[in-house]
C-alpha cells in the first residue's frame, strides 16, 4: 500500500446543517512539518506532524491507520493535553487507486475537554462531501480519551498522547534552513537559539567514513540526534485497526490505496 500524506487545515465557515453538523472547509497545505503555520502555532490542536498505514502486529488480516497531532508536548504533559473540540479530524482514502479523491473517510470530533473528554468516531464511509470541505457523517461509536476501545464491528480505536514516532535530527536541520524554526522569526531571537537562527549548517549527521569513501563524500560523521524522542516530546494519536478488506484497492484498480489525514475547522483559524 501506498501512503501519501498531506495536511489541510484552515477555511472559512460556509453554513450550519443541524445543531451540531456543520460544513468543515479546508485549504491544501503540503507536507509534514511541526508547527509551520501562525495558524498551526495559534492552533497547535489542528497541527498534523505525521500520518501512517502500516499492516497490523497482531493480526495480519487488519491493517493500522494512524494520525499524530498537537506536536512538541514537552515530557509529562501528554496525559493532560487533549484534542481540540473546534476540529475535525480525518483519515481520507482513495482505493481507486486513479483519482486521488477520497471515496472513504474516517472522522472524529472532541466532546467536552479534559481528562473526562470523549471522541465520536464516524465513518468509515463513503464522504457526503469530496474535496476540500467536509460534513459530520452519520456517528459510529464514542469512546473515552486515552483508552483503547473495541467497537461493536470489531474496529478497534484510541484518541490520546503517545511518544512522538517521528525520527530526524531536527537541529541540523534548522541549522541548514533556519527560516523553517518559528524562533528564528522572533525579534530579537532568543539567545538561546541564535546560533542555531544564524544558519550554516550543510550536512545532516550520522553517516560513515565508508560512506564518505564509496561515495566520494565529505558528509558529517557526528552522531545523529533525534530530537523529539530524547526530549520524550509527546503526540495526541488517533489510532484505528480495521480489516484490509474495508480499504482493499477497488478491482481495475492499479492495486494501491492513497491515505492523507486532514484538519478542518469552520472558522478557519
Known sequence: MNLTSTRLAGGVAIA??????FLYTSHPVSGSDHQDSPTMLARPGAD????????????????VLAMNTHPLIPAGAGTNTFFDPA???????????????ENQVIQFKANG????????????AAPSI??????LLTPTATFKYNTPTTLANGMQV???????????????????????????????????????????????????????????????????????????????????ELPRTALAPKS???GKIYLWSTTSTTTGS
Not at 498534523?48 to 491493517?63: C, E, G, L, R
Not at 476540529?87 to 481507486?96: G, R
Not at 469530496?130 to 460534513?135: K, N, Q
Open 252 to 254: 481495475g484498480s492499479p
Open 158 to 240: 484510541f484518541a490520546g498522547p503517545r511518544k512522538d514516532t517521528f525520527f530526524f535530527d531536527l537541529l541540523t536541520f534548522f541549522q541548514i534552513v533556519p527560516d523553517r524554526f518559528y524562533a528564528c522569526h522572533a525579534n530579537p531571537v532568543p539567545a538561546q537559539f541564535a546560533s542555531l537562527c544564524a544558519g550554516g549548517g550543510s550536512s545532516f549527521n550520522g553517516f560513515t567514513a565508508a560512506y564518505n569513501a564509496a561515495h566520494a563524500a565529505s558528509c558529517s560523521t557526528k552522531p545523529a540526534m533525534d530530537f523529539l524522542s530524547a526530549n520524550q516530546f509527546n503526540v495526541l494519536s488517533f489510532v484505528v
Open 16 to 21: 450550519a446543517l443541524a445543531a451540531a453538523v
Open 48 to 63: 498534523i506532524t505525521d500520518a501512517y498505514i502500516f499492516p497490523s502486529p497482531a493480526n495480519s488480516a487488519n491493517v
Open 130 to 135: 469530496a474535496g476540500t470541505t467536509s460534513v
Open 87 to 101: 476540529v475535525l479530524y480525518q483519515f481520507k482514502i482513495d482505493n481507486t487507486g486513479t483519482t486521488h479523491v
Open 113 to 124: 475537554t479534559g481528562a473526562s473528554q470523549t471522541i465520536t468516531m464516524y465513518g468509515p
